[in-house]
C-alpha cells in the first residue's frame, strides 16, 4: 500500500494535483480549511472556488489561456471539463456558472475512493511527500512554517509593471540605450516632448484604479519604492519626471537632444521576447492601463502580455526555490502549486497541480521524470517560474504567448502566428506524452 500523499488546500490546483495522484492509484490526503474556517476572500464551502471573475478566459486554441486549457485536457484535467459542463454564454471566452463549477469539482473529488478529505485549518506542514497549494491568501500560522521553510523567499504583496512584447514595440520612436551610454543599451527608451508628457500626466492622474478589498492594506504604504506610478504623478506634474521617467543620461536619437521624459523598458526573460515598464507598478484598472500607457511613444500598439498589479498575494520566490516539475530543490518531497508558486490566472494554478501531481506521482513508483516541452504553455511556465535568470525580479506571470520560444519566422497576420505556436506546442506535448508512455510500458 503506498503510503498517502498530502495536498494542502483544495483550491483549483489542490484538486487538480489530487485527482491526478488519485487517478495514478496514490492515497490522498486532501487537507482543506472550509467550511470550518475562511479567508477574507472565500464565501462558498464548495472546492475550487471561483473568488474574482468566473471566466476562464479565452476558449480558441491560437490564444494563450485556449492553448493552455487545451494543453491540461490532454493531461488528464479535472476542472477544465468541468468548467464546459458547466459554462455560461460569454462570446468567445470560457465562462462558469461559480457555484454549479465548483459543486462539480467538489463531488468527483469527495467520491473518489482514493482521496480522503480532512478539514480544519493546517498549521504544520505534514510529513512525507506534500504538494502546498494553499493559495494567495495562505492562513498566518501555514504562512509562518511556509516563510521558515522558504527563508527570504516568500512575498505577501504582488507588486509588478505591465509588461509588453518585445515585437510590439514601435522601434521607429523607441530606441535602444543605457543611461551615459554605460553597460549594453539593453534599455528601450520611449522618449517623450513637453506636450506628450503633460498630456500623459493628466490621464494618468485621472484614471480609474481598482479598489482593494477590505482584507488589503495599500502595498505602497509599505516603503516608497513600491509606489503605484498614479500615486507619485498625482504628487505633482514633475514627480514622474524625478522618479521613473527621467530623463538624465538619455539622448534621443531621433533628435540628438535629452527628451523631455522618457519611459524605459526592460528585458523581462532570458529570451528578450517580453520587455517591462520600469518603475510602472500600478493600481490603473486594466483598460485604463490599456489606454493610457498606449500613449507613450512607441507603445501606441504595444500588445500587453500582462498588466500592473498591486495587491496581496503571497507567493514564493519559485526560480530560487523551485525545480521546472514544482518540487523544492533543498526539500525535494515538497512541491508547491497554484498562485502560491508564481503562476497568475485559474487555469495557470490549476495546471501546475497537475503539473505537480504528475511528478509526485512519477516520483513514488520511480519512473524518470516527464519533462514539458518549453514549446508548449504549460511547459513555458514551468520553465518560467524555476529559471533562476528570474530570481532577482520575480514577479507573478500567467499564460501568455511571449514566454513561448520564438517560431523563428515572421508572421504578421496575429492569429496566424499564434496558430502555428498553437499547433507546435501540442504536438511538442504529445511527442513527450507518448515518450514516457513508451518507456513505462517498456
Not at 477544465?80 to 471566452?93: I, L, Q, R, Y
Not at 500598439?301 to 533543498?330: K, Q
Request: aromatic share 8%; with cysteine.
Amino acid at each position: 500500500m503506498i503510503e498517502s500523499v498530502s495536498v494542502l488546500g483544495a483550491g483549483l490546483a489542490g484538486c487538480e494535483a489530487a485527482w491526478r495522484l488519485a487517478n495514478e492509484g496514490m492515497g490522498v490526503r486532501l487537507y482543506e480549511m472550509k467550511p470550518e474556517k475562511y479567508t477574507p476572500a472565500h464565501k462558498y464551502s464548495g472546492f475550487a472556488e471561483l473568488v474574482c471573475s468566473n471566466s476562464l478566459k479565452a476558449s480558441r486554441i491560437e490564444s494563450a489561456a485556449g492553448l493552455l486549457k487545451h494543453e491540461m485536457e490532454m493531461l488528464g484535467s479535472l476542472t477544465v471539463p468541468c468548467a464546459k459542463e458547466n459554462s455560461v454564454d460569454a462570446g468567445g471566452a470560457l465562462a462558469v456558472d461559480r457555484e454549479g463549477f465548483s459543486d462539480s469539482v467538489t463531488e468527483k473529488i469527495k467520491n473518489h475512493p482514493l482521496i480522503e478529505i480532512i478539514g480544519g485549518e493546517v498549521t504544520e506542514i505534514p510529513e512525507g511527500i506534500v504538494i502546498i497549494a494553499t493559495g494567495p491568501l495562505t492562513s498566518g500560522a501555514l504562512a509562518e512554517e511556509i516563510r521558515r521553510l522558504c527563508g527570504d523567499g516568500l512575498s505577501f504583496y504582488d507588486a509588478a509593471a505591465p509588461i509588453v512584447s518585445a515585437d510590439s514595440i514601435n522601434m521607429e520612436k523607441a530606441f535602444f540605450a543605457s543611461r551615459y551610454d554605460r553597460g549594453d543599451a539593453d534599455y528601450v527608451n520611449c522618449p517623450m516632448d513637453k506636450d506628450e508628457y503633460l498630456a500623459f500626466h493628466r490621464e494618468i492622474t485621472a484614471a480609474e484604479r481598482v479598489q482593494l478589498k477590505d482584507f488589503e492594506t495599500h502595498p505602497f504604504s509599505v516603503y516608497e519604492g513600491c509606489m503605484p506610478i498614479e500615486v507619485l504623478a498625482s504628487r505633482g506634474v514633475d514627480t514622474m519626471r524625478f522618479g521613473p521617467m527621467k530623463p538624465v543620461g538619455i539622448t534621443d536619437k531621433r533628435t540628438g537632444r535629452r527628451p523631455y521624459a522618457v519611459v524605459q523598458l526592460r528585458r523581462e526573460n532570458r529570451e528578450g521576447t517580453m520587455f517591462n515598464l520600469v518603475g510602472f507598478q500600478t493600481n490603473l484598472k486594466f483598460g485604463e492601463q490599456k489606454r493610457v500607457f498606449s500613449m507613450i511613444p512607441g507603445l501606441e500598439n504595444a500588445e500587453f502580455v500582462r498588466y500592473g498589479v498591486m495587491h496581496r498575494n503571497t507567493f514564493i520566490n519559485s526560480p530560487c526555490l523551485l525545480n521546472a516539475d514544482f518540487s523544492m530543490r533543498e526539500n525535494p518531497n515538497i512541491y508547491f502549486a497554484g498562485q502560491i508558486t508564481g503562476v497568475e490566472g485559474y487555469m495557470e494554478s490549476a495546471a501546475s497541480g497537475i503539473i505537480a501531481g504528475i511528478a509526485a506521482a512519477r516520483k513514488i513508483k520511480g519512473l524518470e521524470p516527464m519533462k514539458l516541452p518549453p514549446e508548449a504553455m504549460t511547459g513555458a511556465l514551468s520553465a518560467y517560474i524555476s529559471d533562476p535568470y528570474n530570481s532577482g525580479k520575480f514577479q507573478p506571470m500567467g499564460a501568455n504567448m511571449g514566454i513561448l520560444p520564438d517560431i523563428g519566422v515572421r508572421i504578421r497576420d496575429k492569429k496566424e502566428k499564434y496558430g502555428v505556436y498553437a499547433q507546435r506546442a501540442v504536438e511538442a506535448l504529445r511527442h513527450e506524452m507518448e515518450r514516457i508512455s513508451h518507456e513505462d510500458n517498456c
